[in-house]
T-cell receptor, first 113, second 114 residues
């Protein structure tokens, strides 16, 4: 099965700085990679996703890069704000059939005002 | 679109009793739903895959007799925690895969067994 590893587990940055979270996956058949933001006791919220046919995707201050050869993908948040503080999860899934998401272990991001 | 409604959001029950958690897809049909469990400060762990009209597929280590899953219609999946014990206290959350391969999550249920 798929194994998704995520680093770092905690990350503190000053407001305005950038934050980078990295994930690796093991199953080369995985081709859908979403990132979720989860606040305490709430449902995960999709913030950005990328499919294996592209290498990079950007949405305002958030970007994701994918290296299929190395089987790793990263989340980049620029100009961080205190409201970006949350736990972020990466995930991987296969496109065919009804496949569940395999989640990384999460990164607790703290943006210091 | 693609909203999953999960109830209850919080439940406290006594040891030995059973608790039912419901997940409904409000504006789409979900032939498959996934049930996750999340311990404090931990990641979401898949418990089972719920398939409409057939038996659920459980992950290794998940007791199917303890965590009963029913997916009787295209819009409703239920998870029943039977004979609950304090170690079953956790955050349970469902998700459904939508037609564009995106996943939408329920709001979660915090179960506390006392």
């Amino acid at each position: 099965g798929e194994n998704v590893e995520q680093h770092p587990s905690t990350l503190s940055v000053q407001e305005g700085d950038s934050a980078v979270i990295k994930c690796t996956y093991s199953d080369s058949a995985s081709n859908y990679f979403p990132w979720y933001k989860q606040e305490l006791g709430k449902r995960p919220q999709l913030i950005i996703d990328i499919r294996s046919n592209v290498g990079e995707k950007k949405d305002q201050r958030i970007a994701v890069t994918l290296n299929k050869t190395a089987k790793h993908f990263s989340l980049h948040i620029t100009e961080t704000q205190p409201e970006d503080s949350a736990v972020y999860f990466c995930a991987a899934s296969k496109q065919t059939g009804a496949n569940n998401l395999f989640f990384g272990t999460g990164t607790r991001l703290t943006v210091i005002p | 679109g693609a909203v999953v409604s999960q109830h209850p959001s919080r439940v406290i029950c006594k040891s030995g009793t059973s608790v039912k958690i419901e997940c409904r897809s409000l504006d789409f049909q979900a032939t498959t739903m996934f049930w996750y469990r999340q311990f404090p400060k931990k990641s979401l762990m898949l418990m089972a895959t719920s398939n409409e009209g057939s038996k659920a597929t459980y992950e290794q280590g998940v007791e199917k007799d303890k965590f009963l899953i029913n997916h009787a219609s295209l819009t409703l999946s239920t998870l029943t925690v039977t004979s609950a014990h304090p170690e079953d206290s956790s955050f349970y959350i469902c998700s459904a895969e939508t037609s564009n391969y995106g996943y939408t999550f329920g709001s979660g249920t915090r179960l506390t067994v006392v």
